[in-house]
Nanobody, 119 residues
Framework: QVQLVESGGGLVRAGGSLRLSCTASGGTLSRYSAGWFRQAPGKEREFVASATWTTYYADSVKGRFTISRDNAKNTVYLQMNSLKPEDTAVYYC???????????????WGQGTQVTVSS
């Protein structure tokens, strides 16, 4: 059973940056596709980015966010630059055997970390 723990969320002003981390235990993260999702109040969980041998991004974050992996640390990162108030959400990392933007196809989830971007 893979456990995922996110960290790095917080409050930042528009235009600022944050880096989220997601560290896995109980399994080898490199065996899985890793994804980041986010959920704002009253909205459905939405895809942000995923990484296997390549990377995929939602159009809303392309050019601003970067997903990366450090297999030696069993960790996946989400570097978020040029943040906007509409990026405010709880951010979740996920791991699964399928590279997809569908949250229902991921097997393991972290508890989430809050990102708040003020205007």
């Amino acid at each position: 059973q893979v456990q995922l723990v996110e960290s790095g969320g917080g409050l930042v002003r528009a235009g600022g940056s944050l880096r989220l981390s997601c560290t896995a235990s109980g399994g080898t993260l490199s065996r899985y596709s890793a994804g980041w999702f986010r959920q704002a109040p009253g909205k459905e969980r939405e895809f942000v980015a995923s990484a296997t041998w390549t990377t995929y991004y939602a159009d809303s974050v392309k050019g601003r966010f970067t997903i990366s992996r450090d297999n030696a640390k069993n960790t996946v990162y989400l570097q978020m630059n040029s943040l906007k108030p509409e990026d405010t959400a709880v951010y979740y990392c996920a791991a699964g055997l399928t590279t997809t933007d569908r949250p229902d196809l991921y097997d393991y989830w972290g508890q989430g970390t809050q990102v708040t971007v003020s205007s």
